[in-house]
């Protein structure tokens, strides 16, 4: 019988040191989600990183790897902050709460630098990135990057074009640390502003039956939603044409909402006459709280 997972306090988090652990987040990179495309951070790159100002923080249980987060020291002119190029937990532990754990323990490792937030970039496609990002972290974004590495991936793949959003995670800001704080229920209530806020993508289920986008919007109120798969790798093997609109769909929607000043607040797994439809939340300028 297989050992049973530990929960995520059963993980401890520290700095990767050895060879042997860069080489298992060398290849624990490449577990990430099926349609994932990014090429991973090497050993010789990742010990660099760690020596020269970059946090390369593991999740280990025992002596085993179940998540890694690797990034550098970034700066845009004006400030410092933590740049996370791949956050990747492995598989079978993604049900235990420990991208959450290791988010927080690559902020506290960061805060010993002095530090007071971390950016880095997401596919929009990708739920549960987006759900950890912006629902559990209290991350933003107001940045659409399209054909940001440019395209990757074998020619026949569903999906080689490379959209990023990207996001900023102010951890020491009144709003966030309120959000970190705030009690976790086993099944919290949807965001009551998803109530009010229009969807900009139209959508509907394809000969497969998932869900395909049909048409775009741009956003006119307060706030707004921008639907994406629950499980864009579902939608790539039984829908292949269906991932490039999805991608081009998405694009067109951010675009248009970013162009306009809004900007992502929120994200959300909203149950809809019994199927599982993922969106994130957009709000305008006015009601968009200030980012440090």
Do not use: C
Request: charged share 25%.
């Amino acid at each position: 019988m297989a050992a049973e997972l530990p929960g995520a306090s059963g993980f401890r988090f520290r700095r990767l040191a050895k060879p042997e652990e860069f080489r298992a987040a060398e290849e624990l990179q490449t577990l990430g989600p099926a349609g994932a495309s990014d090429s991973p951070a090497p050993v010789s790159l990742m010990r660099a990183a760690q020596d020269h100002g970059g946090v390369v923080l593991g999740a280990f249980t025992d002596i085993y790897l179940a998540g890694v987060s690797v990034g550098f020291l970034g700066f845009d002119g004006s400030s410092l902050y933590h740049y996370v190029q791949r956050f990747v937990v492995r598989p079978e532990y993604q049900n235990h709460g420990l991208g959450f754990r290791l988010a927080l323990a690559v902020r506290d490792e960061v805060r010993k630098q002095g530090l007071e937030s971390l950016r880095g970039t997401v596919d929009p496609l990708e739920s549960r990135a987006g759900f950890l990002l912006f629902h559990r972290l209290g991350a933003t974004a107001e940045r659409y990057l399209t054909h940001y590495y440019g395209q990757q991936g074998a020619a026949e793949a569903p999906d080689r074009e490379t959209d990023r959003l990207e996001w900023r995670w102010p951890f020491a800001v009144p709003a966030v640390e309120q959000h970190l704080a705030a009690p976790r229920s086993p099944a919290p209530p949807a965001d009551p502003r998803f109530a009010s806020a229009p969807r900009l993508l139209e959508t509907e289920a394809g000969d497969s039956g998932l869900r395909l986008p049909t048409a775009v919007a741009e956003p006119s109120t307060p706030a707004a939603q921008v639907e994406v798969p629950f499980d864009i790798d579902l939608v790539r093997q039984h829908e292949p044409s269906g991932a490039r609109r999805w991608r081009h769909a998405v694009r067109d929607a951010f675009r248009a909402a970013f162009d306009l000043g809004y900007s992502v607040a929120g994200f959300e797994v909203l149950e809809v006459e019994h199927e599982r439809r993922s969106a994130y939340l957009l709000t305008a300028p006015s009601t968009t709280a200030p980012a440090a």
